[in-house]
């Protein structure tokens, strides 16, 4: 099996599963970073949200389901 990468076909082989798999890194590590931005700007608009709630004195959920849950704002239809 190893004397197969040393053949020329065997070698574009290689050259195929290493870029296959370098292409699957970059990939997982782009999905990974847009996952984390996403949630920090859901983590953003929570906090907006409940300060905004706060200051205008109204009942605030503060529970962690709470604060995801929409209101009746027209921002959430």
């Known amino acids: ?3 197969f990468f040393f053949t020329p076909l065997g070698r574009y082989v290689a050259l195929a599963m290493l870029a296959i798999a370098l292409t699957s890194y970059g990939i997982h590590i782009i999905r990974e ?14 906090l907006r949200r ?14 962690a389901d709470g604060v995801r849950k929409p209101d009746a704002y027209s921002r959430d239809k």
């Open 50 to 63: 409940t300060e905004n709630a706060i200051n205008a004195g109204d009942a605030v959920d503060v529970s």
């Open 33 to 46: 970073g847009a996952v984390a931005e996403i949630e920090v700007k859901a983590t953003e608009d929570v």
């Open 1 to 3: 099996m190893f004397s």
